[in-house]
């Protein structure tokens, strides 16, 4: 397991888990309040990037020909 102190303070903030001592082991993980409060900007990203993909050419697949 890799400590928390060496983990990117981002990911720390957005999400957390929940580690059980248990075997086979069970980790939860949800979102904190912080990671929630990103969702409308991620769901903003998101729908830009798949109006920008509708808007680009679609370049057709090489096809092999049978002579």
């Known amino acids: 397991?890799?400590?928390?102190?060496?983990?990117?303070?981002?990911?720390?903030?957005a999400g957390a888990r929940k580690?059980?001592?248990?075997v086979s082991p069970k980790v939860e993980y949800r979102l904190t309040e912080w990671g929630q409060a990103m969702c409308p900007?991620?769901?903003?990203?998101?729908?830009?990037?798949e109006k920008e993909?509708?808007?680009?050419p679609r370049e057709e697949p090489?096809?092999?020909?049978?002579d």
């Open 1 to 13: 397991m890799v400590p928390l102190a060496h983990r990117h303070q981002c990911a720390d903030q």
């Open 19 to 22: 580690i059980y001592p248990q």
């Open 41 to 49: 900007a991620l769901d903003a990203l998101l729908k830009w990037a």
């Open 53 to 56: 993909e509708a808007l680009q």
């Open 62 to 66: 090489d096809q092999e020909t049978t």
